[in-house]
Nanobody, 115 residues
Framework: QVQLVESGGTLVQPGGSLRLSCAAS????????MNWYRQAPGKQRESVAF???????NYADSVKGRFTISRDNARNTVYPQMNSLKPEDTAVYFC?????????WGQGTQVTVSS
């Protein structure tokens, strides 16, 4: 059974930092492209960042320079390090894994940026 479990979401002040985690099980993690999405209230889900099996990364313009995605294949975990957080970063953050025709989502973790 495949599971993606996100954790680390919390309330943080503007300008603060946060690191989320997504732990995967039931897949050969190293083969998968790992993607973080977010969905703010009333808005569509959007891709924030992804990291390929080879370690290449890509970021949405809105987070470029502030977020860094990394993966630990030994721990089957992917992390977005989020710095200089803004209120507009408030959203539920989701983890997604893709390989060939396999496509899995986690349940999400809430990040709230507010003073």
């Amino acid at each position: 059974q495949v599971q993606l479990v996100e954790s680390g979401g919390t309330l943080v002040q503007p300008g603060g930092s946060l690191r989320l985690s997504c732990a995967a099980s039931g897949i050969i993690f190293s083969r998968y492209l790992m993607n973080w999405y977010r969905q703010a209230p009333g808005k569509q889900r959007e891709s924030v960042a992804f990291i390929t099996s080879g370690g290449s990364t890509n970021y949405a313009d809105s987070v470029k320079g502030r977020f860094t995605i990394s993966r630990d294949n030994a721990r089957n975990t992917v992390y977005p390090q989020m710095n200089s957080l803004k209120p507009e970063d408030t959203a539920v953050y989701f983890c997604r894994s893709r390989y060939d025709l396999n496509d899995y989502w986690g349940q999400g973790t809430q990040v709230t940026v507010s003073s």
